[in-house]
């Protein structure tokens, strides 16, 4: 159980395009997603918190009109980087929580290359 | 800034017992003891996690001090597929991540 979903596994796109990331819960439903970005070499930074049915919410320093985050639903989470450019690039990943809300369980997460 | 502090990296031998430690002096009275690992290029993968009392699974053991400001994951017959980073992490809700520790397993 408690298995979390990411497509794509990677893309590749040109810069100024926009990507759009899904985060599926697959086996339970998520009351609260969460995304998160990594860098070659270093640790998760948390991007922002997504309720489903409400609105996102960003830590500080992160662009909410750039990185869209939509939880339309209990088990499917969307982020799509705007207008993506090469410092874009990154290791995008998503997790999930479920109503018992103690645990969050990952996803594979998408490697995104910004050309 | 994290809340913990972890060894930045450790070698264990392949069927030996790895003891993971973690430091957590500030940790608040409903927080709980995270661990996650990942492997290169994956996504972070759940361990265990604990809130006061001392927790057992079919992957690993987490020890928990008395006073909460300390723990210790324990891998009781670690693997060449246990090489990972290890993060140990306390919260709720959000989780910050640290640096973890850079486990090696060897044959």
């Known amino acids: 159980g408690a298995v979390v979903s990411q497509h794509p596994s990677w893309v590749i796109c040109k810069s100024g395009t926009s990507v759009k990331i899904e985060c599926r819960s697959l086996?339970?439903?998520?009351?609260?997603m969460f995304w998160y970005r990594q860098f070659p070499k270093q640790s998760l930074m948390l991007m922002a918190t997504?309720?489903?049915?409400?609105?996102?919410?960003?830590e500080q320093g992160v662009e909410k009109d750039k990185f869209l985050i939509n939880h339309a639903s209990l088990t499917l989470s969307t982020l799509t980087v705007t207008s993506a450019h090469p410092e874009d690039s990154s290791f995008y990943i998503c997790?999930?929580?479920?109503?018992?809300?103690?645990?969050?369980?990952f996803g594979p997460g998408t490697r995104l290359t910004v050309l | 800034d994290a809340k913990t502090t972890q060894p930045p990296s450790m070698d264990c031998a392949e069927g030996r017992a790895a003891n993971l430690p973690c430091n957590h002096s500030?940790?608040?009275?409903?927080?709980?003891v995270y661990w996650y690992r990942q492997i290169h290029s994956q996504g972070p993968q759940y361990i265990i996690h604990?809130?006061?009392n001392n927790e057992t699974n079919e992957m690993a053991s987490l020890i928990i001090t008395e006073d909460r400001k300390s723990s210790t994951l324990i891998l009781p017959h670690a693997t060449l597929r246990d090489t990972a980073v290890y993060y140990c992490?306390?919260?709720?809700?959000?989780?910050?991540f640290g640096a973890g520790t850079q486990v090696v397993v060897t044959p």
């Open positions: 992490i306390v919260g709720w809700g959000k989780l910050q």
């Open positions: 604990g809130l006061k």
């Open positions: 500030t940790i608040s009275g409903n927080e709980y």
């Open positions: 997504s309720n489903e049915g409400s609105k996102a919410t960003y």
């Open positions: 997790s999930a929580m479920g109503v018992r809300a103690d645990t969050q369980y």
């Open positions: 086996d339970f439903q998520a009351t609260t």
